[in-house]
């Protein structure tokens, strides 16, 4: 079972002890993956690519079919298939936070034919926020990124404010309720909706949803106010004007809605977070040698033209080519900047 964490301000430890220990975690994670991905390389260098597959293939994902997660695991195993001569079947184990998928992956036959793709914050934001029975940094290897995916603010239609400083200013003169959707504790969402909780002064009240779904329904319906979605399931309900963009949670605009400022330009740093991903892991005991033989297959189909050209067609970009250490330093980056969202909310990390 999981134990999410309350974003409530806790009034012990000290904030000098909370940055301790987010510090700690920070340095233990950057040396599990740097040594990882040492012994990796190292490996690499002296033994021979191994025979792989050899039998059918199963990808865990831990959303219901129908999702965004879901869609590009879908699309990453058709093309497997087709470059593996091998079926590649997609397993959906939804809820716990990615545990219950976690431990799919992890109660599976030890011969290296179950896969995860799952987006990339049960790595970067859920270790840092929820309590689970396995270390998640020790237990998987992020091995891919497989298409980015940028988070924007968006407000129910009848809600005054166009931009997010506007936001923090009516709450502060509101005498009605303002709620934000929640999605999913530990999630990037959770925490700006926390952040932005945060900063108006308790005014704005995070209201905890189990998805997506139901928290669009509810902003359209106007119970909730306002909530951090995915761009890909944003931009198709502002353009067909069933809900307002405020921001982008990104140093650049998307693509997608390119009118719409990202919060860099709306001058809120707080608010700016790289991009997040769907990745691709695998157990961390997998040997290193198949580790590199499935980066080399996942390279085969995200830099081909077709796998970029379906990813755009469902919303999303394709992930920027780079290293497995650049991979693994950009990951590296982005739970920093999260330690430091938690800072300010003054909650200290696992």
């Excluded at 497997?80 to 079926?87: A, M, S, W, Y």
């Excluded at 998640?136 to 992020?142: G, I, R």
């Excluded at 359209?220 to 951090?228: A, D, E, H, P, R």
Aim: with cysteine.
């Amino acid at each position: 079972m999981t134990s999410a964490v309350n974003f409530a301000e806790p009034a012990t430890p000290s904030r000098k002890q909370h940055r301790r220990s987010m510090a700690q975690n920070l340095r233990c994670c950057a040396a599990v993956l740097c040594i990882g991905l040492l012994a990796a390389t190292a490996a690499q260098a002296q033994t021979p690519a191994p025979t792989w597959p050899v039998k059918p293939i199963r990808i865990v994902v831990p959303a219901p079919p129908g999702g965004i997660t879901d869609g590009v695991a879908r699309l990453v195993a058709d093309h497997l298939q087709t470059n593996l001569g091998q079926p590649v079947v997609v397993d959906n184990k939804p809820g716990g936070s990615a545990v219950i998928a976690e431990r799919a992956v992890m109660n599976a036959p030890a011969d290296w034919h179950t896969l995860m793709i799952a987006p990339s914050s049960i790595w970067t934001d859920f270790p840092l926020t929820v309590k689970t029975p396995f270390d998640v940094h020790k237990t998987f290897t992020y091995v891919s990124d497989v298409a980015s995916m940028v988070h924007m603010l968006v407000a129910n239609n009848s809600f005054p404010p166009n931009r997010i400083q506007e936001v923090l200013d009516y709450a502060q003169k509101s005498s009605s309720p303002i709620n934000i959707a929640n999605l999913s504790p530990g999630t990037r969402s959770d925490m700006l909706g926390a952040l932005l909780s945060k900063k108006s002064g308790g005014k704005i009240t995070a209201v905890p949803y189990k998805g997506s779904a139901p928290a669009i329904v509810d902003l359209i319906g106007n119970q909730v106010q306002l909530t951090f979605e995915v761009v890909t399931n944003a931009a198709p309900l502002v353009k067909a004007g069933k809900v307002k963009a405020l921001g982008v949670v990104s140093p650049n605009r998307s693509r997608l809605l390119p009118d719409v400022p990202s919060f860099a330009e709306q001058n809120m740093p707080d608010f700016v977070l790289p991009d997040a991903s769907v990745g691709l892991f695998v157990l961390s005991s997998t040997p290193p040698a198949l580790i590199q033989k499935v980066r080399q297959e996942m390279d085969k189909v995200t830099q081909s033209a077709k796998f970029q050209a379906q990813l755009k067609t469902q919303g999303f970009d394709a992930p920027q080519p780079g290293t497995m250490t650049e991979l693994q330093q950009k990951m590296l980056n982005t739970v920093e900047q999260n330690r430091k969202i938690l800072s300010k909310l003054r909650i200290a990390s696992n």
